[in-house]
């Protein structure tokens, strides 16, 4: 699975994509932790961040995903504006 970092996720995680391997049936909760044991650093937006998977946004929670091998995962923080 090929994860995409943005904004401030990619600060923290230090690089704007990497290949990742996850179960295939994971729950969106169970693939933030999974993402945030290779970059810790990431916790600290734990209750900001969005997911796209296959561009279809996703929530922290228990809704299970069924990932397929060249999927990707964007880590969308919040963006500031105005």
């Not at 933030?32 to 997911?51: C, G, M, S, T, Y």
Request: charged fraction near 20%; avoid cysteine; hydrophobic fraction near 50%.
């Amino acid at each position: 699975m090929l994860v995409l970092y943005f904004a401030r996720s990619a600060e923290l995680a230090g690089l704007r994509s990497e290949t990742v391997s996850v179960p295939r049936q994971i729950t969106s909760l169970q693939l933030w932790e999974e993402i945030v044991k290779i970059h810790p650093r990431l916790a600290v937006i734990r209750d900001q961040v969005v997911f796209a998977v296959q561009q279809e946004y996703v929530l922290l929670g228990d809704q299970l995903l069924v990932l397929h091998p060249g999927d990707e995962v964007a880590i969308i923080p919040p963006i500031s504006g105005g």
